[in-house]
């Protein structure tokens, strides 16, 4: 089994930036992709960014050119950089890990971003 926990969330003003870890732990598949959703009060889950295990990145329109993913094969980490965040960006942020073209997705408890205007 593989379990992942998110950390770093937090409160911060608009404009300001926070990063997120997540650790993948357990029986980790060398191809594999970790992503991170989001959920607001309210609102569907959505998927903010996903990076594989070969480096390829996607994301949403609403974050491109604010979040960066990346992340360290070595320890098992994935990151999210969120700059500029605005009001709109409050949610939990939940990190995601899969096998390569597996549709089972292994979920964090998520870790609570919220930005004040």
């Known amino acids: 089994q593989v379990q992942v926990v998110e950390s770093g969330g937090g409160l911060v003003q608009a404009g300001g930036s926070l990063r997120l870890s997540c650790a993948a732990s357990?029986?980790?598949?060398?191809?594999?992709?970790m992503g991170w959703y989001r959920q607001a009060p309210g609102k569907q889950r959505e998927l903010v960014a996903f990076?594989?295990?070969?480096?390829?990145?996607n994301y949403a329109d609403s974050v491109k050119g604010r979040f960066t993913i990346s992340r360290d094969n070595a320890r098992n980490m994935v990151y999210l950089q969120m700059n500029s965040l605005k009001p709109e960006d409050t949610a939990v942020y939940s990190c995601?890990?899969?096998?390569?073209?597996?549709?089972?997705?292994?979920w964090g408890q998520g870790t609570q971003v919220t930005v004040s205007s």
């Open positions: 990076i594989t295990s070969g480096g390829t990145t």
């Open positions: 357990g029986r980790i598949v060398s191809s594999n992709v």
């Open positions: 995601t890990y899969r096998r390569t073209y597996s549709l089972d997705y292994v």
